[in-house]
């Protein structure tokens, strides 16, 4: 039976220099877990503007449900993204978008009720709103369902008062090397270990870019593995992927390291192509 993995959060237009693309860690993430092997959800809110009429047709195309979605009267979200010579997005996101406004509807909370694992980041809790919403999703969960914080930074978009209570939620904490710093700032704490520690966390997941990913939990590493070699377009929802991969894997009983390594793989894949969502191989 097919697990039920949720998104929490931002769907966003990415304007790239090629042209406008749909993505949004949370439904990214929901994208990936559908394409290895989850009935995938994305929990958002949209604006009843061309933009979000644009964004119900692409959204029809992907293959996540998205019966949850709400529409309120604030724009449809944009984000401007700049690419560096390597690929790696630089984002200027649209405030006071339709996700701010992110309510714990009914439906959503059945769904989260339901799930087997859901998944949120740091920045649609930018809002007092959206913030009180997602913690009121992630309190109907199941016990037995898989918490996963993705924490995906951005701009000045974050806070103690954002981080903390998100991390006391999590089962595992996904980050990056430019995050982990900020992190262990806001919470005072000295490494990933005095993390896990602290927060009762199952797994950190620690991604190095270009040259490795480590999976770590209160024993210390416990799967480290070399970021393959390839051809990058970008690394626009590569973060999100490697997420989606390893918790699929995960609900599907895999280990660790056949975890991990399904991840690397896959997002890897992901930096090959244009854009945060693509079907796999």
């Known amino acids: 039976m097919e697990p039920v993995v949720v998104g929490i959060g931002e769907i966003v237009w990415d304007m790239l220099p090629e042209g406008k693309r749909l993505g949004g860690a949370p439904l990214n993430f929901a994208f990936y877990a559908k394409e290895t092997g989850a009935r995938a959800y994305a929990v958002s809110a949209i604006g009843d503007d061309p933009l979000g009429k644009e964004t119900v047709e692409a959204l029809g195309k992907t293959g996540v449900d998205f019966s949850a979605l709400q529409v309120n009267s604030l724009p449809t979200s944009r984000v401007n993204v700049k690419l560096s010579g390597d690929g790696i997005p630089q984002y200027e996101i649209v405030e006071n978008v339709a996700w701010d406004a992110l309510e714990s509807t009914p439906e959503a909370l059945s769904l989260v009720g339901g799930a087997n694992a859901v998944c949120w980041g740091s920045l649609a809790q930018r809002s007092p709103v959206s913030r009180s ?144 969502i693509h079907p796999l191989k």
């Open 133 to 276: 919403s997602i913690l009121s999703l992630l309190s109907a969960a199941p016990k037995s369902c898989l918490k996963v914080f993705d924490i995906n930074l951005r701009q000045h978009y974050y806070s103690r008062e954002v981080v903390e209570p998100s991390l006391k939620e999590a089962d595992i904490l996904k980050l990056n090397e430019d995050e982990l710093p900020v992190v262990l700032s806001l919470t005072g704490e000295k490494d990933i270990l005095s993390l896990i520690r602290r927060y009762s966390l199952k797994y950190v997941v620690y991604t190095l870019g270009a040259a490795y990913s480590e999976v770590y939990d209160a024993s210390g590493v416990i799967s480290h593995i070399d970021t393959p070699r390839v051809a990058v377009r970008d690394t626009v929802g590569a973060g999100d992927s490697f997420t989606a991969v390893f918790v699929t894997s995960l609900l599907h009983g895999k280990t660790i390291p056949e975890c991990h390594e399904a991840a690397v793989k896959v997002s890897a894949e992901v930096c090959t192509f244009d854009g945060a």
